[in-house]
């Protein structure tokens, strides 16, 4: 049974360039959540995808969008970008919803923009 | 205030002994509670969830949660080396389906 996987691992890319992360979410999974971590802080919420709509965002700006698929993968695409949105970009797929939903990381995605 | 409050540590805690992590959050009505491992470098790893009052425990750890006290804690047992990692609180909002994350507790196991 597949986790959540996520491509690229590593990425180093210029600032004002654009880039897109790509998930997928755990077998049986239909939601997923992205999320921000700088280095020493705990993860930051962008926005949540279910039946292929954004279903919540956090307080990031419109330079940040995605998209999800029929197949429940995930797209997140960062325009314009500055030196500090370099970071750890995660994934969490879970199942739903509901209060009591569980959601499981994949590996990251290490973004540099220099 | 923070929405999730946790101690940065870093908490040294001697191999074997108990360790003992907190977390406080400022929503009334979060229901789900949950607490991620993550090791330098790799991302989180859920390793216990507590929706409600009391404790639950699910072998090396016990996870605490009072409500009226908004407060949650984790206590690991006869720690080990590989328990040095860092902890993170996460609360699910009940007004909301996104789960929150606290910066944090740095544990580091000496032997």
């Known amino acids: 049974d597949a986790g959540v996987t996520q491509s690229p691992t590593h990425l180093i890319k210029t600032r004002g360039q654009q880039v897109t992360l790509r998930c997928s979410p755990k077998?049986?999974?239909?939601?997923v959540s992205w999320y921000q971590q700088a280095l020493g802080q705990g993860p930051q919420f962008i926005f949540q995808?279910?039946?292929?709509?954004?279903?919540q965002r956090g307080n990031f700006p419109d330079r940040f969008s995605g998209h999800q698929f029929p197949n429940y993968s995930s797209e997140l695409n960062v325009n314009a970008l500055l030196l500090g949105d370099s970071a750890l970009y995660l994934c969490?797929?879970?199942?739903?919803?509901?209060?009591?939903?569980?959601?499981?990381f994949g590996q990251g995605t290490r973004l540099t923009v220099v | 205030q923070k929405e999730v409050e946790q101690n940065s540590g870093p908490l040294s805690v001697p191999e074997g002994a108990i360790a003992s992590l907190n977390c406080t959050y400022s929503?009334?009505?979060?229901?789900?509670f949950f607490w991620y491992r993550q090791y330098s470098g790799k991302s989180p790893e859920l390793i216990m969830s507590?929706?409600?009052?009391g404790d639950k425990e699910d072998g090396r750890f016990t996870a605490q949660l009072n409500k009226a006290s908004q407060y949650v804690s984790l206590l690991i047992r006869d720690s080990q080396p590989s328990d040095s990692a860092t902890y993170l609180c996460a609360p699910r909002l009940s007004s909301a389906s996104k789960i929150i994350f606290g910066s944090g507790t740095r544990l580091s196991i000496r032997p």
């Open positions: 995808y279910y039946e292929e709509e954004e279903r």
């Open positions: 507590i929706y409600s009052n």
């Open positions: 969490a797929s879970s199942l739903g919803g509901g209060l009591n939903t569980e959601a499981f």
């Open positions: 077998s049986g999974h239909d939601t």
């Open positions: 929503d009334r009505v979060s229901q789900s």
